[in-house]
């Protein structure tokens, strides 16, 4: 069972555009979220963060907004860079017990110049 | 401040044979993580420690797969016998405590089972 969806494996963008990733949970207990960016034969970096009593949290070019009606969560980056070429992951942790980070399968973005 | 450090970052054996992975967390950090990215998948939690102590290690093959972080600080997983499903970056990472704080990832072990 596949708690934390990414339905998208892929997505391009030109440069300049806005990104949108979306990312969408099944388990209500979860009240905190992550994004994380990986490039090839790196480890994932740790990029924007939101809680459940927020919906909108932005870093610089990142926004992610979260929906806790539709369990839903996204990531927008604006403007998008090449740079931003990569593996973004989602990731989500239950308000109680042992706070396990449940990841997404993934979200290939590839921005082009 | 240094990040998550791993070692080795590659490594190809045979199946059956054992192989051991070290991970030494950030500084300061009690909550210490072991992930496996099989290709493809996100990230699976393997084991949890806080300090020294175990908090969830129900995904981890425990027929096979061993964790032990003694000191509260470097911690070693270990597979013994590898299966060539074993194929994967086994991540570690470290947070604060193990309630709602990020965690930060290292670069990853790359293991190949030929």
């Known amino acids: 069972d596949q708690q934390v969806k990414q339905n998208s494996p892929s997505l391009s963008v030109q440069e300049g555009r806005i990104s949108i990733l979306n990312c969408d949970y099944t388990?209500?207990?979860?009240?905190?979220f992550l994004w994380y960016k990986k490039y090839p034969a790196e480890g994932p970096t740790f990029l924007i963060s939101i809680s459940s009593i927020k919906d909108k949290n932005e870093d610089g070019r990142f926004t992610v907004f979260l929906n806790k009606s539709a369990k839903h969560l996204s990531l927008h980056i604006v403007p998008s860079q090449p740079g931003d070429s990569a593996v973004y992951f989602c990731?989500?942790?239950?308000?109680?017990?042992?706070?396990?980070?449940?990841f997404g399968t993934g979200t290939r973005l590839k921005v082009l110049a | 401040e240094a990040g998550v450090a791993q070692s080795p970052r590659y490594k190809i054996i045979e199946k059956r044979q054992s192989v051991a992975f070290w991970c030494n967390p950030i500084s300061g950090h009690a909550t210490l993580y072991w992930y496996q990215q099989i290709l493809g998948q996100g990230p699976k939690l393997l084991i949890q420690?806080?300090?020294?102590?175990?908090?969830?290690d129900s995904q981890l093959p425990k027929d096979r797969f061993s964790a032990e972080r003694l000191k509260g600080v470097d911690s070693t997983l270990k597979i013994q016998p590898a299966k060539l499903e074993d194929s994967a970056v086994y991540l570690c990472?470290?947070?604060?405590?193990?309630?709602?704080?990020?965690?930060?990832f290292g670069e990853g072990s790359w293991l190949t089972v030929v």
């Open positions: 990472a470290s947070s604060l405590g193990s309630s709602g704080n990020t965690i930060y």
């Open positions: 990731a989500a942790k239950p308000r109680s017990g042992t706070y396990k980070y449940i």
């Open positions: 388990n209500s207990m979860f009240d905190y």
């Open positions: 420690f806080q300090n020294n102590g175990v908090v969830d």
